[in-house]
């Protein structure tokens, strides 16, 4: 499920190509960001923040495209949100902003992409609207969480592979820290942000979280 392949890097190679197209990015520079890209992306302790989930939020992107104020903000946004990923370190997001911010500017991309990309991406640490003037940034938000509202069987894969990307912890601490995670977001008056997500995966996200809690308190 969470796993890439050649046919998938094709069309993330394709999508890529369009998107610095559409910003008249440097064509050599675009090449390279694209190399070191694929390179933190491939990681071998990455199993779910990979180039499968950056694929799965293209295409929802995708999908919701019509409800996309600025496109080229939301997918540049969805490439280099995990760029640094690292879960030894807890700065990961503004690592990631400062990636982009310089792989934007080595691309010779019109700077006022720069400041919301940046805000979008350092948004995804806590997952809270950060920037009322960024009206793409609930969407955004949403389709990185999309995999909560996943059916029952392909959540717990999605819990499984999390947990292999953090199988340097012991298991206690995993589990406190996970459950304070979880238990934060089911906290929250919604998880969604956007009409269109609350309703179609908010009920089934409850039941996941609230099954992943229960699960982790017998371990």
Same mark, same amino acid.
């Given at each position: 499920?969470?796993t890439?392949?050649p046919e998938?890097?094709?069309?993330? &190679? $394709?999508?890529?190509?369009?998107l610095?197209? %559409?910003?008249? $990015?440097?064509r050599a ?9 694929? &390179?933190?992306?491939s990681? #071998?302790? &990455? ?11 293209l @295409?929802? *992107? ?7 104020? @600025?496109?080229?903000?939301v997918?540049? %946004? ?9 879960? =030894? ?7 990631? $902003?400062?990636?982009a ?10 700077? =006022?992409?720069?400041?919301?990309v ?13 920037? #009322? ?29 999390? @947990? *292999?990307?953090?199988?340097?912890? #012991?298991?206690?601490e995993?589990?406190? $820290?996970?459950?304070? +995670? ?9 998880? +969604?942000?956007? #009409? ?8 089934? *996200? ?7 809690? &229960? ?5």
């Amino acid at each position: 499920m969470f796993t890439h392949s050649p046919e998938n890097q094709s069309w993330l &190679r $394709a999508k890529w190509q369009t998107l610095v197209t %559409s910003v008249s $990015a440097d064509r050599a520079a675009s090449d390279a960001v694209w190399d070191e890209l694929i &390179r933190h992306y491939s990681e #071998p302790h &990455r199993t779910y923040h990979n180039l499968s989930h950056v694929m799965v939020l293209l @295409r929802y *992107a995708e999908a919701h495209r019509h409800q996309i104020n @600025r496109p080229e903000i939301v997918e540049f %946004s969805i490439w280099f949100h995990d760029v640094i990923y690292d879960t =030894h370190l807890k700065d990961n997001e503004r690592r990631s $902003a400062e990636w982009a911010r310089r792989a934007m500017i080595a691309m010779q991309i019109d700077e =006022h992409h720069i400041p919301p990309v940046m805000e979008c991406i350092i948004a995804t640490e806590r997952h809270e609207i950060t920037s #009322p003037r960024i009206v793409d940034l609930p969407l955004f938000l949403d389709m990185d969480l999309t995999i909560l509202g996943a059916k029952e069987a392909v959540y717990k894969e999605y819990s499984e592979v999390i @947990r *292999a990307e953090y199988s340097w912890v #012991p298991i206690e601490e995993y589990r406190i $820290a996970r459950g304070k +995670f979880l238990q934060r977001f089911l906290e929250r008056p919604s998880l +969604f942000f956007t #009409p269109t997500m609350a309703a179609t995966l908010e009920h089934q *996200a409850r039941l996941n979280l609230e099954s992943e809690l &229960r699960e982790l308190a017998h371990i």
